[in-house]
């Protein structure tokens, strides 16, 4: 292998996400990778900088031209990944001759509104995906593409025609936009699978035909009037575009933050709480100030147990003056649930405070001007580690180790990491002025572009 033609080669490869093929003399393939950037990540084995994987030495000394394939996003990059691997079956590839040993999507077919899952178990007569080695890159295309084709994750027996549906009220899944409600009987039997054969085809690389299929009824839809589901439409073709943006797949890689099962450890908070059923929506609130200036408030969003981030929110505090967290926690949380009572949104099943029973009662008292109930209210104390609820007297000390409490850390860590944040960001502006602020963003959309949540 001439190394030095084939570095030059590589760096005319695109510095943008796809999979790369590298090969041996006689052409036959001997790996297939995928990157965020293609150039660097090839250049990187050239290097020697992928040396520590196994046999990657012995595939090195065989390798004698690399191909690529750039593709449109992250998304697609896994994606094509893994319908190569299972073509190609490349020699230093992971074996995946067993593919119980790793995770798939499986769609079910069987059914009259489909399900879609994730899982190392398909059953029978299922149509299956896979198996994908990155498993916490499938979990962040999962959701992306929940968002797009809105299909159900849950376990319910759905039936077309069933009474029930009538009668059942949309999980919080279908408030925010990430599926169709068959449960509830928002959805035929027909637009359904019709979302559901979109996503197939996207599965399977015919990202192009689902964007013209979406067009045409985009179009269709508005010749006939029906400019809600026009914009439907429009909403679901704006966010297949968005799955190029950079940084947007580590949004949704981020639940590998909590290193437990989100739904085991739900589970376990509703036993140690006391809780009638575990929580799909929790929201964490939390202040940063130093000194009683540029106060703020964060409020992050969890749907079972990973954070939504379209659902953060930050605040200026505007109605305190110097230090007083008490005052600034009952701001943040009247201001925010009034919103949402006026709005008709979905209160959350478990609002998470910072601090102790002094912050838990802000937070009670700011509810209460709002006019909302969350099903529960509690404050979780740092150091101690206690639990504070409403109602109840003495703290909740759940052991280290349990899952319930690692799960009430990762949201009351995320709303300080948010605050901080948005705390620091004008803290720069007031000292350094807009440019320097301007300067440091820019630095970072180097790395990676984070997605802006709102000011209310």
Not at 55 to 82: G, H, R, Y
Not at 237 to 256: C, E, N, P, T, W
Request: proline share 5%; glycine share 8%.
């Amino acid at each position: 292998m001439d190394i030095q033609a084939l570095t030059d080669r590589i760096k005319k490869f695109p510095a943008a996400p796809g999979v790369y093929i590298m090969k041996d003399a006689e052409g036959r393939v001997l790996y297939v990778g995928k990157s965020v950037s293609i150039r660097n990540r090839v250049l990187s084995y050239l290097r020697g900088g992928e040396a520590a994987r196994p046999n990657i030495n012995v595939m090195m000394e065989k390798l004698a031209d690399v191909d690529f394939i750039e593709t449109p996003s992250e998304v697609d990059a896994l994606l094509a990944e893994q319908r190569l691997i299972r073509d190609m079956r490349p020699k230093y590839n992971v074996d995946l001759k067993d593919d119980k040993s790793y995770p798939c999507i499986e769609i079910r077919g069987r059914e009259d509104f489909p399900q879609v899952l994730v899982t190392r178990n398909p059953h029978s007569g299922s149509k299956v995906y896979g198996p994908f080695t990155d498993a916490e890159g499938l979990r962040a295309a999962y959701a992306l593409l929940q968002r797009i084709f809105k299909f159900r994750v849950c376990s319910l027996d759905i039936r077309e025609g069933d009474p029930k549906n009538a009668r059942r009220r949309p999980c919080l899944y279908y408030y925010i936009k990430s599926c169709l409600a068959p449960c509830a009987g928002r959805v035929t039997k027909e637009e359904y699978r019709a979302s559901i054969k979109g996503f197939r085809q996207f599965l399977e690389g015919r990202r192009a035909r689902v964007v013209r299929g979406l067009e045409k009824e985009m179009a269709a839809a508005a010749e006939h009037l029906e400019f809600e589901k026009a914009a439907e439409i429009r909403d679901r073709l704006r966010a297949i575009q968005s799955l190029s943006k950079r940084g947007l797949f580590g949004d949704y890689a981020h639940v590998g933050a909590l290193e437990v099962d989100p739904r085991k450890a739900l589970g376990e908070l509703a036993r140690r709480l006391g809780l009638d059923e575990p929580p799909r929506l929790i929201e964490g609130v939390d202040i940063a100030t130093i000194g009683g200036s540029d106060s703020v408030g964060s409020v992050v969003t969890f749907v079972d147990g990973k954070p939504f981030k379209k659902g953060y929110r930050k605040y200026k505090i505007k109605k305190v003056k110097g230090t007083d967290d008490y005052a600034s926690i009952r701001e943040v949380v009247y201001r925010r649930y009034r919103r949402l009572v006026a709005e008709g949104g979905f209160l959350p099943d478990f609002l998470l405070v910072d601090g102790g029973p002094g912050q838990l009662s802000a937070a009670l008292e700011g509810l209460e001007r709002a006019g909302a109930r969350p099903r529960k209210v509690a404050s979780l104390a740092k150091r101690e580690e206690l639990v504070f609820l409403e109602g109840r007297g003495e703290p909740v000390e759940l052991p280290r180790t349990s899952a319930a409490l690692k799960v009430l850390q990762f949201v009351r860590d995320e709303a300080h990491r948010f605050a901080q944040s948005y705390h620091h960001t004008l803290r720069s502006k007031r000292f350094f002025g807009k440019e320097s602020v301007k300067v440091g963003k820019l630095a970072r959309a180097g790395r990676q572009t984070k997605r802006r949540a709102k000011t209310e």
